[in-house]
Nanobody, 110 residues
């Protein structure tokens, strides 16, 4: 299992980004997936999850601004981020299941 993330970058407050995480090595049709983020010196926190039935859950601070989706045909999970705030600045990680992590992609909002 290998996960490759993309889509991070530097944006202005109020901007948008779409993060992608593509999995290889097998299919992930019924897997739980999620996005976490981490700021240096702080614990990694969950921001959005997608369970095997397709139900989503979001951290309160991102509700209405973040959307997690997946494309089973592409083995890819996405995180659409709108109305970015400075406090969204972090290293964002995707996770498949409970143990397969992406390498992280930096989001910087200024």
């Amino acid at each position: 299992v290998q996960l490759v993330e993309s889509g991070g970058g530097s944006v202005q407050t109020g901007g948008s980004l779409t993060l992608s995480c593509a999995g290889s090595g097998r299919t992930y049709f019924n897997w739980c997936m999620g996005w976490f983020r981490q700021v240096e010196g702080k614990d990694r926190e969950a921001v959005a999850t997608l369970d095997y039935r397709g139900r989503t859950a979001y951290q309160d601070s991102v509700k209405g601004r973040f959307t997690i989706t997946k494309d089973n045909a592409k083995n890819t999970v996405y995180l659409q981020i709108n109305s970015l705030k400075s406090e969204d600045t972090a290293l964002y990680y995707c996770v498949f299941g409970d143990s397969y992590w992406g390498q992280g992609t930096q989001v910087t909002v200024s």
